[in-house]
């Protein structure tokens, strides 16, 4: 047994330190010395595993440096690492020898620093007398970006897209069913049995007209320029060829009879009795019935058996669920199933990190802070607080007339003494010294919770201050949801105070 557990402490460790080498952060530059006024370039890329959340720098994070623009994250995929970037483009309008400071990127909770980069800008020398002057350009037209629609208006376009369609199928098998020879037929002979005061020649070639074009149509027999005889030839071959339409010795008797006599009553000029008119109308009817019924036989005994109608939709079900199980791993493979499922599942806290935040200036001394929304401002507080009632950002300014300094751990401890008033228990808390990227040093209090549903929750609760003031920002957020975690990173990073009155 110790003999295996030497090998598998070997392999956690090889895997271990495979994981923390995978993570890796880059500040590179495209020039170190500008004229004033003049831009660089920079690049922040960071490289961490597909599920990573890698959380930029954002604002006016190097200064004295001033940023003019920044990029979105792109994403690029290098497996078995997700290598992302950010692009900076920054300047200075006062000459001197500058530090373009290290940054802080976050991959998934973990602070990573880049290197700082010495920077020079070179003055400019302005000779007015031999350059050209020019006017006042106008002000340019505000550009207000288009509103981006949402995913359920496209959901209701492709229902309503899909209704239309479902529509104009079920229109033109209605008008399908309203060409249907067979009915077309037989409405036409109602139409003839009924007519009066009407040559006998007319009625019998219109009769004779609507059995070949039936059998035309139906059959797909050649029979429209036929004559009787030949007609009669095309009929006993069908019949003799496939059982389906094979007359009884009667009938095929019968239909020779009246089709020759047909040929007397048009060109002869003979006249048959009203009684003998709707007898033969009535027999050439029965005629296409009798063949209607050996089509419609013939049809279902062609037509697969419902087992296999059903096998066959089941195969193309299976085949269709395949095709977007495919699409959904690849999708996944490419940013990685759990932010797949984050999206498919409308993570609210996804929801949140996505939207373009709102960077404001709060109280006096001022806290600076970002979040998804404005605070808004409810008694001594400012505060944002998320629909599910559990995430939350409350920050306060307070101002006092003595002049002592701050206690921040009885502060710290006043707050946590709140929290088991609104019902949160198992509280562990930390704390440790907390230092700005402006370098203004505070109090960090943080930890764990359980709230009045049992729910995980971790708090960070930065105090800042001095002399007659306090500051201090309040994130409360789920432990368990990594987009939480990481919206939370981002507004504990945004904090920035000015501590003088």
């Known amino acids: 047994m110790r003999r295996l557990f030497v090998p598998i402490i070997l392999l956690l460790s090889l895997l271990t330190s495979g994981i923390a080498l995978g993570q890796e952060v880059a500040m590179n530059i495209d020039r170190d010395s500008i004229l004033i006024g003049e831009q660089i370039v920079v690049e922040i890329t960071a490289k961490a595993d597909p599920e990573a959340l890698v959380i930029f720098p954002e604002g006016q994070v190097f200064y004295p440096l001033e940023v003019v623009s920044e990029s979105a994250v792109d994403t690029l995929s290098k497996r078995p690492e997700l290598e ?42 302005v ?13 340019l037209p505000k550009i207000v970006n288009q509103p981006t629609y949402s995913p359920y208006l496209f959901a209701a376009l492709l229902l309503i897209l899909v209704g239309g369609i479902f529509f104009f199928i079920k229109k033109f098998r209605s008008r399908t069913l309203a060409q249907n020879p067979y009915q077309t037929a037989l409405r036409e002979i109602d139409v003839l049995i009924g007519v009066q005061n009407q040559p006998s020649d007319e009625i019998y070639l219109s009769a004779t007209t609507i059995l070949k ?17 030949e007609l009669l030839l095309l009929l006993d071959a069908l019949g003799t060829n496939e059982a389906y339409f094979k007359l009884s010795e009667t009938n095929s008797k019968a239909l020779e ?36 019924e050996g089509y419609t036989r013939k049809t279902e005994d062609l037509k697969p058996s419902r087992k296999t109608s059903k096998k066959n939709a089941v195969i193309i079900a299976g085949v269709f669920f395949l095709f977007i199980a495919a699409a959904l791993a ?40 970002e979040t998804p929304e404005a605070l808004i401002r409810k008694d001594s507080l400012f505060v944002y607080e998320l629909k599910d009632k ?53 109090y960090h209090s943080f930890g764990t919770a359980l709230d009045s549903q049992k729910n995980e929750i ?4 930065l105090i800042f201050g001095g002399n007659g ?19 939370a990173d981002r507004i504990l990073q945004s904090v920035s105070v000015n501590t003088e009155l």
């Open 213 to 229: 074009t039936y059998l035309n149509k139906r059959l797909s027999i050649a029979s429209l320029q036929r004559t009787s005889k």
């Open 330 to 369: 690849g999708y996944g493979y490419s940013i990685g199933y759990q932010n797949l499922w984050d999206t498919l599942s409308q993570n609210p806290y996804k929801k949140e990190v996505e939207k373009n935040w709102v960077r404001s200036s709060y109280g006096f001394p001022p806290i600076e802070i």
């Open 127 to 139: 000779d007015t007398t031999k350059q050209g002057l020019y006017d006042t350009k106008s002000l």
């Open 257 to 292: 009879i009246l089709l020759l006599q047909a040929d007397q009553y048009k060109f002869a000029k003979v006249t048959p009795s009203d009684q003998q008119q709707v007898t033969d109308l009535t027999f050439i009817r029965e005629i296409i019935e009798r063949y209607e």
């Open 390 to 442: 559990v995430t939350k950002v409350q920050l306060r300014v307070l101002q006092s007339d003595t002049a002592e300094e701050i206690d921040f751990v009885q502060i710290a401890e006043q707050t946590l003494a709140a929290f088991e008033t609104q019902g949160y228990t198992t509280i562990l808390p930390k704390s440790e010294i907390y230092t700005t990227k402006s370098d203004i040093t505070g």
């Open 84 to 125: 992302v970037l950010k692009t900076y483009k920054i300047t200075q309008f006062d000459a001197g020898d500058y530090t373009l400071a290290a940054q802080q990127i976050t991959i998934d909770r973990t602070p990573y620093n880049t290197q700082s980069i010495p920077i020079r800008v070179n003055d400019v020398v």
């Open 469 to 487: 003031f306090t500051q201090e920002v309040l994130i409360i957020f789920p432990q368990e949801d990594r987009w939480a975690s990481a919206m």
């Open 458 to 461: 971790h708090f960070d609760h």
